[in-house]
């Protein structure tokens, strides 16, 4: 059935280093990608997405790529701050329905002051 | 925070019970889906609701069903729970694909 893996599942960076969090997926008609920010207790939060027609997305110190070709999409966060801190969840939507997604497992952030 | 709101915040339940969760989506938003976060685990797609009709299920036996109302409003519900279906149940609405959640509903089963 469709997947998407994560990794790391943990990461640990000193503010005001970047972070790279990595995502691939089976589904080869997935057409969006959304990223999740979770802080401890609350809802999950979007923060950023792209859908395969883009190759590169960017607001602000958040980006993130898409290789098709590889199955492969990537959140970078520049300049980390210690409020980035939270775990993050990458999706890929099934079956080409934006609608419906699949969920990593998570990557737990911690960016130390 | 988004517009979408769910009830009750906290359940707690024996199992064998039945559940029913709500949902009121975002103004405008006439996409319901359901999801199930275990604890340290993604959410996981339930199913979702376009106009009142099921578009879409993920890998859920039957006694999880749903129902989305003409407000577009939504219904997750569970029958004979299992000690497995403690989770945070999460819906998330949206209009041209992007999906908005609301807080969850933490349902404890013993």
């Known amino acids: 059935g469709e997947n998407v893996e994560q990794h790391p599942s943990t990461l640990s960076v000193q503010e005001g280093d970047s972070a790279v969090i990595k995502c691939t997926y089976s589904d080869s008609a997935s057409n969006y990608f959304p990223w999740y920010k979770q802080e401890l207790g609350k809802r999950p939060q979007l923060i950023i997405d792209i859908r395969s027609n883009v190759g590169e997305k960017k607001d602000q110190r958040i980006a993130v790529t898409l290789n098709k070709t590889a199955k492969h999409f990537s959140l970078h966060i520049t300049e980390t701050q210690p409020e980035d801190s939270a775990v993050y969840f990458c999706?890929?939507?099934?079956?080409?329905?934006?609608?419906?997604?699949?969920f990593g497992k998570g990557t737990k952030l911690s960016v130390k002051p | 925070e988004t517009g979408v709101t769910q009830s009750p915040t906290h359940l707690i339940k024996t199992r064998g019970q039945q559940v029913t969760l709500r949902c009121s989506s975002q103004?405008?938003?006439?996409?319901v889906s359901w999801y199930q976060q275990a604890l340290g685990q993604g959410p996981q797609f339930i199913f979702q609701?376009?106009?009142?009709?099921?578009?879409g299920r993920g890998n859920f036996p039957p006694r999880f069903s749903g129902l989305q109302f003409p407000n577009y409003s939504s219904e997750l519900n569970v029958n004979a729970l299992e000690l497995d279906d403690s989770a945070l149940y999460l819906c998330?609405?949206?209009?041209?694909?992007?999906?908005?959640f609301g807080p969850g509903t933490r349902l404890t089963v013993l």
């Open positions: 103004s405008g938003h006439n996409t």
């Open positions: 609701y376009y106009r009142e009709e099921e578009n």
């Open positions: 999706a890929a939507s099934i079956k080409g329905s934006q609608g419906n997604l699949i």
């Open positions: 998330a609405s949206s209009l041209l694909g992007e999906q908005f």
